[in-house]
């Protein structure tokens, strides 16, 4: 009778885990199923200008050509129904100076996980292009991972870090995919953005400003076309022999839309990216505190310390130390 009573628990038993496993793989199934078709990482933000033009004034310090720049030609890109080609930017400037900020910015204003997409892929030269013998492998990897990620999601975003660094003529193997072709063997690359960054001209830009600032002009005078710097700036990537823009067809081609100067930071400006990291870390501010970093850290020329050498690269680590 007991092994009776016991048989019938058993496979009362069993029927349930049986019953739960099923369950299991039916919510797994519906949540693997709802996550693919509804997850957030594929959607984009619906555009606003006002938003992207508050996060940039919000968060981006001294760079009033940059901010006026990008706000223009991504809102124009980004609300043009039917583009000739894909949105190509060049950001050129020293370290710490807001490049790899503003590209987070734009992406975050065009992607509902902003950089962390998958939707936006990251290509750091030293990194995923090291080795000069490789250059004709990398060229194919590359146009087939651009290729592959278009025609899958046309609105995709490419960043190039450390262009300054990446090996002469790989970056012309894209040129087909920014040129104004409507496709290219069956793929439309019309919608996606470009974006390149680089330290390459930042000689040129410290001299605009240091000539500006002598000659006793205000900072927010100066603009893209002031003492001809946009075209000093790709005329000295364009010679650089040991940057991936020497004597690249994209420029040849006009087909980079904007070289886009960030400008070197001056104290007061290092002194906002110090107040934006102790909000950030939930620091009470204290202007004696945060006068502290900011003079703690370089800046030039030796004479007049205008200038900030590494923009707000090291801020955060600067401020650990003095808390």
Request: net charge negative.
């Amino acid at each position: 009778m007991k092994a009776g009573i016991y048989f019938v628990c058993l496979c009362v038993l069993s029927n349930i885990i049986v019953v739960s496993a099923i369950l299991d793989v039916i919510v797994g199934a519906v949540a693997y199923i709802t996550d693919r078709l509804f997850q957030k990482d594929d959607l984009l933000e619906p555009f606003d200008y006002e938003r992207l033009k508050t996060d940039l004034k919000d968060s981006l310090y001294g760079q009033h050509i940059a901010s006026e720049v990008v706000l223009k030609a991504v809102s124009g890109f980004m609300t043009d129904k039917h583009p000739s080609k894909p949105l190509v930017l060049s950001f050129h400037g020293s370290t710490g100076v807001g490049k790899n900020h503003v590209s987070n910015i734009i992406a975050r204003n065009i992607f509902t996980k902003g950089e962390n997409s998958e939707h936006v892929h990251v290509f750091i030269s030293e990194h995923h292009f090291p080795l000069k013998e490789q250059v004709e492998t990398y060229k194919f990897q590359l146009k087939q991972w651009i290729r592959g990620n278009v025609s899958s999601f046309p609105r995709s975003m490419f960043i190039f870090d450390v262009m300054d660094k990446m090996n002469p003529g790989l970056i012309d193997a894209i040129k087909p995919f920014l040129d104004h072709y409507s496709h290219v063997d069956g793929v439309s690359y019309r919608e996606a953005i470009f974006i390149f960054l680089s330290n390459a001209g930042e000689s040129v830009i410290e001299k605009v400003v240091l000539d500006s600032w002598r000659d006793g002009e205000k900072r927010e005078q100066l603009q893209m076309n002031s003492r001809d710097m946009e075209t000093k700036i790709f005329k000295d990537v364009f010679n650089a022999n040991s940057s991936g823009f020497w004597h690249s067809t994209l420029i040849d081609a006009h087909l980079i839309d904007h070289f886009i100067p960030f400008l070197p930071l001056e104290y007061r400006h290092v002194r906002q990216c110090v107040l934006a990291e102790m909000a950030a870390l939930n620091i009470t501010a204290n202007d004696g505190f945060v006068d502290r970093v900011a003079q703690n850290l370089p800046y030039f020329p030796p004479e007049e310390k205008i200038l900030s050498v590494k923009g707000c690269k090291t801020v955060k680590q600067k401020l650990l130390v003095h808390i």
